[in-house]
């Protein structure tokens, strides 16, 4: 099974702050490999699939970047509404997710 | 615009079983792989199963393999999961999800999800 792993756990920053969250697979997965945004009581919604391409209405402030077995999803400048937990998905093989990364206000 | 609505959530004996559904709206549901994503109270992401656009193939995760059984109709757009020997740890919110065109194995659409508790 191919292990997702995230850091931090837990992101303090304010608004206006640039953001970097780093996903890291347990063995490579080339570029497959999604980023999704989740506030409490939603569901997930996309913001990148093959770690890079900006998935259709995601503002372009997200990005992503990476191969291999690290990638990275940067926030340029934060904004009030991007306070919410993070999750990469590998879909390389079958389909895993990391444990995520809490986005708080600082 | 694309509706996912799952239902059949509840409180169940450990087990027992349930049967969710998801009813798709707004896209033509038969040419989309479907999945089954879950999340215990306060934890991450897991996926669950797949089915493919026509049923054709299934796959699931090892923790729900040969328990769970994942089925859809596509004459009423519908996807369904069938979980049969319920343990604690399948409580959790249950998300219906569907492909992304193109690149399968990511999830452009998600329901709003239903909570499945397993207790005695």
């Known amino acids: 099974d191919i292990q997702m792993t995230q850091s931090p756990s837990t992101l303090s920053a304010s608004v206006g702050d640039r953001v970097t969250i780093t996903c890291r697979a347990s063995q490579s997965i080339n570029s497959w490999l999604a980023w999704y945004q989740q506030k409490p009581g939603k569901s997930p919604k996309m913001l990148i699939y093959k770690a890079s391409s900006l998935e259709s ?3 372009s402030r997200f990005s992503g970047s990476g191969s291999g077995t690290e990638f990275t999803l ?11 937990t993070y999750y990469c998905q590998q879909y390389n ?13 600082k | 615009q ?13 087990g027992r079983s349930l049967r969710l559904s998801c009813a798709a709206s707004g896209f033509t549901f038969n040419s989309y792989g479907m999945h089954w994503v879950r999340q215990a109270p306060g ?30 109709d596509n004459s009423k757009s519908s ?12 409580t959790g ?19 709003q999800g239903t909570l499945v508790i397993v207790s005695s």
Not at chain 2, 3 to 14: A, D, F, N, R, Y
Not at chain 2, 43 to 51: I, N, R
Not at chain 2, 56 to 72: C, E, L, M, P
Request: proline content about 3%; glycine content about 12%.
């Open chain 1, 93 to 105: 093989t079958y389909w895993t997710f990391g444990q995520g990364t809490k986005v708080e206000i």
């Open chain 2, 2 to 14: 694309v509706q996912l609505v799952e239902s059949g959530g509840g409180v169940v004996q450990p």
């Open chain 1, 74 to 84: 940067t926030i340029s400048s934060l904004q009030p509404d991007d306070f919410a």
């Open chain 2, 79 to 90: 996807l369904y999961l069938q979980m049969n020997s319920l343990r604690a740890e399948d």
């Open chain 1, 57 to 59: 209405g995601v503002p």
């Open chain 2, 93 to 111: 919110v249950y998300y219906c999800a569907r492909e992304k065109v193109g690149q399968a194995g990511t999830f452009d659409y998600w329901g």
């Open chain 2, 43 to 72: 934890k991450g992401l897991d996926w669950v199963a797949l089915t493919w656009y026509d049923g054709s193939n299934k796959y699931y995760a090892d923790s729900v393999k040969g328990r769970f059984t994942i089925s859809r």
